[in-house]
């Protein structure tokens, strides 16, 4: 095997070793853009029960789809869910990222015969 191959191997194996394992240590809490929405807003419990904050207008996404809200449909498991989605997105990446690469690579030109070649054939 090339050493190019190893090398892709190797990363799209370190790729997934960090979605699967790594993608469960991310922090739970709010990132900037929901923070930031969420300012402003006066809860009852855990749910918002008014003042004047852009996420009091927030719904679901009406398209949703099985790998929503960094995990996977149907899992309850929330660690299990996080890694597994983050296995699917690497190896969805990686296979479109591979096609591409393939269909934009340079290909060998057609060998033209030159005069010298075709004469010499001719005798």
């Known amino acids: 095997m090339s050493r190019t191959r190893w090398f892709l191997l190797a990363g799209l194996l370190v790729s997934l ?35 004047e904050c852009m996420a009091r207008d927030a719904r679901e996404h009406e398209v949703g789809g099985p790998l929503a809200d960094y995990g996977v449909a149907g899992i309850d ?11 699917v997105g690497v190896l969805l990446v990686f296979g479109i990222g591979a096609v591409v690469f ?7 030109e057609p060998r033209r015969e030159t005069d010298a070649e075709r004469a010499e054939a001719s005798r």
């Open 102 to 108: 393939r269909l934009a690579r340079r290909r060998p």
């Open 17 to 51: 070793l960090l979605a699967g394992l790594a993608s469960n240590l991310a922090s739970s809490d709010p990132d900037g853009l929901d923070s930031v929405t969420r300012e402003g807003c006066r809860y009852s419990g855990d749910e918002i029960a008014g003042g």
């Open 77 to 87: 498991n929330p660690r299990l869910s996080t890694g597994l989605a983050g296995v």
